[in-house]
């Protein structure tokens, strides 16, 4: 059964610090990895990752993939409040109709 | 340019009313996914639509069942409602011939059974 684990579940950083999110796939015919914030309702895109150990960036977060130990990190750097939200990493196979397996979430709390 | 649309916003309902839930996708999208999301959990991948037909389709009971119009327009129904089936149903659309595996989900509906 394809399985998608994050952590940590929970985070609560000051503002200006620096924070790394995990995910851990176990995924036959491994495709690609996402990443989405959602900070109500609607998940939105941060990152799609595909090969392995090219960082993807924008701004102050960035995200990489190692295909090799079924892993990749979000890091998010000089955080704000309003990065404050819940980080969701997924997963889609090679084959099928773009169906997404999703892990539980971290749900990330930034402090002034 | 409108993205992902979901209507009720929110709704209550009883054990074993009926409940159905729609979803316009974005313009320029063709194919509609539908997820759960359970308090505290990630979504869980119910099915998808493309042409008009269910072609893939998550671990979920027939009372789940769904439609999509020729507008590409969905629905989501699910029957004999039960407590375990509160939870926010998230809609998502892409362009499948594209092979985008980068969906837009819309807000989602929130689903409280009593």
Redesign the interface.
């Known amino acids: 059964e394809d399985k998608?684990v994050?952590s940590p579940l929970s985070l609560v950083v000051h503002e200006g610090d620096t924070v790394t999110l995990n995910c851990s796939y176990e995924v036959t015919n491994f495709?690609?990895l996402?990443w989405?914030k959602q900070e109500?309702?609607?998940?939105?895109?941060l990152f799609?990752l595909t090969s392995s150990g090219i960082e993807k960036k924008s701004g102050r977060l960035s995200s990489i993939l190692d295909k090799k130990e079924l892993f990749s990190i979000l890091n998010i750097t000089a955080t704000q409040t309003g990065d404050s939200a819940i980080y969701?990493c997924?997963v889609?196979h090679s084959f099928?109709?773009?169906?997404?397996?999703?892990?539980?979430?971290t749900r990330l709390t930034i402090n002034p | 340019d409108a993205g992902v649309t979901q209507s009720p916003t929110h709704l209550i309902k009883t054990r074993g009313q009926q409940v159905t839930l729609r979803c316009s996708p974005k313009s320029g999208h063709d194919t509609v996914s539908w997820y759960q999301q359970a308090l505290g959990q990630g979504p869980q991948f119910i099915f998808q639509y493309y042409e008009e037909e269910e072609r893939q389709r998550g671990n979920f009971p027939d009372r789940f069942s769904g439609h999509q119009f020729p507008n590409y327009s969905s629905e989501l129904n699910v029957n004999a409602l039960l407590l375990g089936d509160s939870a926010l149903y998230l809609c998502a659309s892409s362009f499948r011939g594209a092979g985008a595996n980068v969906l837009t989900f819309g807000a989602g509906s929130r689903l409280t059974v009593l």
């Open positions: 998608v994050q495709r690609s996402l989405y109500k309702k609607a998940p939105t895109f799609m969701l997924a889609i099928g109709a773009q169906k997404l397996v999703f892990g539980q979430g």
